[in-house]
């Protein structure tokens, strides 16, 4: 069964730094990867999707990330952070042939925290 | 559209006692699930639907009981709560011939005591 993990329990980073966060998957073949970001006291919302193609993928509130299958990675990152970034964030990996109408599998997340 | 919706957003509940909880959505979709979120353990999967009459269960189904007669509800059944389904429940939805994308209602927070 695939697995993912996000290695990072808690960041904390400076208002105006960049960030990464970490998102590795356990599978055989390429799954489809997702980020959800989920501020306090909210749902998840999505800030991105893989699914082929270009493995520089770009989101909304200016995050990006980028698949490498050669380390089953799908980082998420940011060039500057700004005070309301500061939430849960979630990666999420559908088993190919993902139709939308299948499980997604997510890790156990990561909270950013964001100091000034 | 109002997408997902969830209700109640918060109850209390003494041990044994049963309840349902509520999700509806408006897009037509297909695929509906339910998760639950405890700290540290991320997003579990409770159950899910494939489309009206067809329910399957995920990694955490004990205790919780789903059935889909109508594409827009899917509701989650405790039929006798126990203090360890105390946790943040989200429902979701997704298209599967469209964005793929999952959509997450604003969850309910349940406590059993």
């Known amino acids: 069964a695939q697995s993912v993990t996000q290695p990072d329990i808690h960041i904390t980073v400076s208002e105006g730094a960049s960030l990464e966060l970490r998102c590795n998957y356990s599978?055989?073949?390429?799954?489809?990867l997702f980020w959800y970001v989920q501020s306090p006291g909210q749902g998840l919302q999505l800030l991105l999707k893989?699914?082929?193609?270009?493995?520089l993928v770009q989101g909304i509130k200016g995050f990006e990330a980028e698949f490498k299958r050669s380390q089953s990675s799908f980082n998420l990152r940011k060039p500057s952070v700004h005070w309301s970034d500061a939430a849960e964030y979630f990666c999420?990996?559908?088993?190919?042939?993902?139709?939308?109408?299948?499980?997604?599998?997510f890790g156990k997340g990561t909270r950013l925290s964001v100091i000034a | 559209n109002a997408g997902v919706t969830q209700t109640p957003k918060f109850q209390v509940l003494k041990t044994g006692q049963s309840m349902t909880l509520q999700c509806a959505q408006d897009?037509?979709?297909?695929?509906m699930s339910w998760y639950r979120q405890d700290p540290g353990m991320g997003l579990r999967l409770i159950h899910y639907?494939?489309?009206?009459?067809?329910?399957d269960q995920g990694e955490v189904p004990n205790g919780y009981n789903v059935s889909r007669s109508t594409t827009e509800d899917f509701p989650l059944r405790l039929l006798s709560a126990a203090p360890s389904q105390t946790s943040v429940y989200f429902c979701?939805?997704?298209?599967?011939?469209?964005?793929?994308?999952?959509?997450f209602g604003p969850g309910t927070r349940l406590t059993v005591t």
């Open positions: 979701a939805s997704s298209d599967g011939q469209g964005s793929r994308e999952q959509y």
């Open positions: 599978y055989g073949a390429t799954p489809y």
């Open positions: 893989y699914f082929s193609g270009d493995t």
């Open positions: 999420a990996v559908g088993t190919p042939p993902y139709s939308g109408n299948t499980p997604l599998v």
């Open positions: 897009m037509n979709h297909e695929y």
């Open positions: 639907s494939v489309g009206a009459g067809i329910t």
